[in-house]
T-cell receptor, first 112, second 114 residues
Framework: GNSVTQMEGPVTLSEEAFLTINCTYTATGYPSLFWYVQYPGEGLQLLLKATKADDKGSNKGFEATYRKETTSFHLEKGSVQVSDSAVYFCALSRANNNDMRFGAGTRLTVKP | ETGVTQTPRHLVMGMTNKKSLKCEQH?????MYWYKQSAKKPLELMFV???????ENNSVPSRFSPECPNSSHLFLHLHTLQPEDSALYLC?????????????FGSGTRLTVV
C-alpha cells in the first residue's frame, strides 16, 4: 500500500543551522508529494508540494525535490530561525484517488 | 471569511455530556474530513464526506457521529466520550479526487474529556 516514512524526531538545532528532514515513500503509480507544517496550537498548513518526478517545491526558504529513483522527498532549509519551530509532516496522494497518507511527523525545535 | 474554520477552539466535557464540533469551509471544496490527533500518535483519519455523502468511516466508535448537511459544513457530534478521546480534532477540506492541491486544514478543536 501507499505510505510515507519520515525521520523520527525530535530535532533540535541552533538558529542559522542547516535543516534536513528525511522522507521516503512507497506508492504505486505516480503520487504527488507534500510537506505540511503544524505550529503550536494550530492545524496543519501546506508548506510545499511536488506533483511529478524531479519537481522542486519551495516556500519560505524550505525546499524539497521529488526523487523517483530514491523514492524520497527530503525537506531542507539552509538557515533555520526560531520561528521555524514546529512539527513537519510528509504526505503523499495518488492522482484520481482520494487517499492522502501522512507520515508520523517530525518535531523541530530551533534555539536562539 | 476564507479557509477552514473550526469551533470551538477548546472544549472540556464530562463523560455524560453531549456536544458538537463544527467545521465550515469557504473554499468551494466538495470533500471534507475529520482527523484525530493524539499526543505521540500519527494522524488518524476518522470520516470522509464527498458531496455531502459519507464515503469512508475508519472503524470509529459510535460515540462519534458525523453530519454533513451541505458541502460547506461538517459537524462531529459527541456523546458519552471516554478520557482517551481527549485529543485535537482537525477538520480538512479538498476537491474530491483532485489531491494535487492538497488539503486545507482548520486550526482544530482541543477536546478534553473529564
Amino acid at each position: 500500500g501507499n505510505s510515507v516514512t519520515q525521520m523520527e524526531g525530535p530535532v533540535t538545532l541552533s538558529e542559522e543551522a542547516f535543516l534536513t528532514i528525511n522522507c521516503t515513500y512507497t506508492a504505486t503509480g505516480y503520487p504527488s508529494l507534500f510537506w505540511y507544517v503544524q505550529y503550536p496550537g494550530e492545524g496543519l498548513q501546506l508548506l510545499l508540494k511536488a506533483t511529478k518526478a524531479d519537481d522542486k517545491g519551495s516556500n519560505k526558504g524550505f525546499e524539497a525535490t521529488y526523487r523517483k529513483e530514491t523514492t524520497s522527498f527530503h525537506l531542507e532549509k539552509g538557515s533555520v530561525q526560531v520561528s521555524d519551530s514546529a512539527v513537519y509532516f510528509c504526505a503523499l496522494s495518488r492522482a484520481n484517488n482520494n487517499d492522502m497518507r501522512f507520515g508520523a511527523g517530525t518535531r523541530l525545535t530551533v534555539k536562539p | 471569511e476564507t479557509g477552514v474554520t473550526q469551533t470551538p477552539r477548546h472544549l472540556v466535557m464530562g463523560m455524560t455530556n453531549k456536544k458538537s464540533l463544527k467545521c465550515e469551509q469557504h473554499l468551494g471544496h466538495n470533500a471534507m474530513y475529520w482527523y484525530k490527533q493524539s499526543a505521540k500518535k500519527p494522524l488518524e483519519l476518522m470520516f470522509v464526506y464527498s458531496l455531502e455523502e459519507r464515503v469512508e468511516n475508519n472503524s470509529v466508535p459510535s460515540r462519534f457521529s458525523p453530519e454533513c448537511p451541505n458541502s460547506s459544513h461538517l459537524f462531529l457530534h459527541l456523546h458519552t466520550l471516554q478520557p482517551e478521546d481527549s485529543a485535537l480534532y482537525l477538520c480538512a477540506s479538498s476537491q474530491y479526487r483532485e489531491l494535487n492541491y492538497g488539503y486545507t486544514f482548520g486550526s482544530g478543536t482541543r477536546l478534553t474529556v473529564v
